[in-house]
């Protein structure tokens, strides 16, 4: 079989799976027809319904498009028969029942942002980034009753360096994944729908990576100043780590503050950081600090920005205040004065 006669339904929302659609549909395979998400309401009043960036890609290439609100809905089951899929490609989508991954003759295959079984769940990139890997890459694999677990066809790696941000990750892994979705195609059609695969070696070391809601994005200044400088970059530029910039005169109420870009200092906080509400830390409060900085301080030095955390001093370089735009440190500062007066939450 050639490819152009190979029946491709294609599954996937957000802009990451673009790269994989994109792809296949420039290199001359054979998308019948393209499954995403309902549009989602969004403005004020949620008057307005947006599409997804599958679909606006799907319209403008002529593929016909499914929204089901239920994978098991008989209408939306009955058109996707319609289509003789041969195979399947899910790129960021949901989880799939099995009357539908099951459907193609030669099953359904997923494109995963990260070497698996780490790091499976919903945002594998964001985590990555946060926990601080070094490496992280794409994997291709059928389809199984359990999320993320079915068999592993093909992976590639992708060195995290110490200073990127998930935008960086995020468009690294969708062209490696758009490379690895042809690839998985291709050995499809070579072995007449029995490309090789291998079972996922369990173990208990293997990384989560659940969706990220507001509060995920606290950041938590108790933690070492390595750890919040990771956490920020993973998640950087969305949904982006926040936290309270709160005044030290407790009737003053405290503003949100998001922030996008620090960088290590390395400079110890003297004596170690105060922290009252963190007992089993080691620089906890106690008599043998007494020259310690209360974690969450903020200092100003040559129009730079600091803020004190359980070890270390962390610059603070890009900052969103409330109701304002992302600007720089060196430009807050222009309009913040005494920082010292306040505490970061």
């Given amino acids: 079989m050639e490819k152009k006669n ?11 799976a673009v790269g994989s659609l994109q792809r296949l549909v420039e290199n001359g395979y054979n998308v019948v027809a393209v499954v995403t998400q309902p549009d989602k309401p969004v403005g004020r009043h949620a008057s307005v319904l947006r599409p997804s960036p599958v679909k606006e890609y799907a319209l403008a290439h002529g593929l016909p498009v499914l929204q089901p609100l239920k994978m098991k809905d008989e209408h939306f089951l009955e058109q996707l028969r319609s289509y003789h899929a041969d195979l399947q490609v899910v790129v960021a989508f949901r989880m799939l029942p099995e009357v539908v991954w099951a459907m193609p003759r030669f099953g359904t295959f997923n494109v995963h942002a990260a070497l698996l079984p780490d790091y499976r769940g919903a945002a594998p990139i964001n985590w990555a ?193 409330a109701g304002k735009k992302r600007m720089t440190a060196r430009d807050y500062l222009n309009g913040f004065q005494h920082p010292e007066h306040f505490l970061l939450k």
Avoid at 6 to 16: A, C, H, K, N, S
Avoid at 130 to 152: A, K, Q, S
Avoid at 265 to 291: F, I, M, R, Y
């Fill in 6 to 16: 190979l029946r491709i339904v294609f599954m996937g929302t957000p802009e990451f």
């Fill in 129 to 321: 980034v946060i926990n601080g890997e070094t490496l992280t890459g794409v994997t291709t694999f059928f389809l199984d009753h359990d999320i993320d677990t079915g068999r592993i066809i093909a992976q590639r790696q992708f060195p995290i360096p110490d200073d990127a941000d998930v935008e960086y990750v995020y468009d690294g892994l969708m062209q490696l994944g758009a490379e690895l979705c042809t690839d998985t195609v291709d050995l499809v059609l070579s072995t007449d729908g029995n490309a090789p695969s291998q079972p996922q070696q369990e173990s208990d070391a293997h990384h989560a990576a659940p969706k990220i809601f507001k509060e995920t994005c606290a950041i938590d200044f108790t933690l070492p100043a390595k750890r919040i400088y990771d956490f920020v970059r993973g998640l950087s530029p969305a949904p982006g780590a926040w936290c309270l910039l709160t005044p030290r005169d407790a009737n003053a109420p405290a503003q949100v503050l998001k922030i996008y870009k620090t960088a290590k200092t390395h400079e110890s906080t003297a004596g170690g950081a105060l922290v009252s509400s963190a007992p089993d830390c080691k620089a906890a409060n106690t008599h043998d600090q007494p020259t310690g900085v209360e974690v969450g301080t903020l200092k100003a030095e040559n129009r730079r920005l600091f803020v004190a955390t359980v070890d270390e001093w962390l610059e603070i370089v890009e900052l969103q205040p």
